[in-house]
């Protein structure tokens, strides 16, 4: 198993409640050398998959994307709002302050697999977010 030449900061993912079947995790990655994320894994998840927003005329759309290149020494940022990683069919639901084991697979040019082991906060919002800000609850 060859260790991945990524840096993941900032990672966090979003608290779910009870009965919601996803939520997103975010983080800002950092590659040494070129390559893609090609796949997230977690235990937590009965689906994980690297997904994009994009506003399409005037309606945001979200949807899976099969990979993600990750420029030599550029850091890509997977937000709310851009590129994430969506938790599907939640085994349980996200408690604050608790984490999530993620798994980021990535392929560089060569097709050669590496793996990054995650341990994500979940958290309310972004760490270093202020409060009110994105706190649009949905009843």
């Keep these: 198993q060859t260790a991945a030449p990524v840096a993941a900061e900032g990672a966090w993912a979003r608290a779910s409640v009870p009965g919601q079947k996803a939520t997103g ?16 894994e977690s235990p937590a998840a009965g689906v994980t998959e690297v997904h994009e927003m994009k506003m399409e005329g005037d309606v945001m759309k979200m949807r899976a994307v099969p990979a993600l290149d990750l420029p030599a020494g550029k850091a890509v940022e997977l937000k709310p709002g851009g590129y994430h990683v969506m938790l599907m069919d939640l085994k349980a639901p996200l408690a604050k302050g608790t984490a999530v084991p993620l798994t980021l697979v990535f392929k560089n040019a060569q097709g050669v ?27």
């Design 25 to 40: 995790a975010f983080m800002r990655l950092t590659a040494s050398e070129a390559t893609r994320l090609v796949r997230a």
């Design 113 to 139: 697999e590496s793996q990054l082991q995650l341990e994500v906060p979940v958290s309310a919002q972004a760490p270093g977010a202020h409060a009110g800000h994105g706190a649009g609850m949905k009843h």
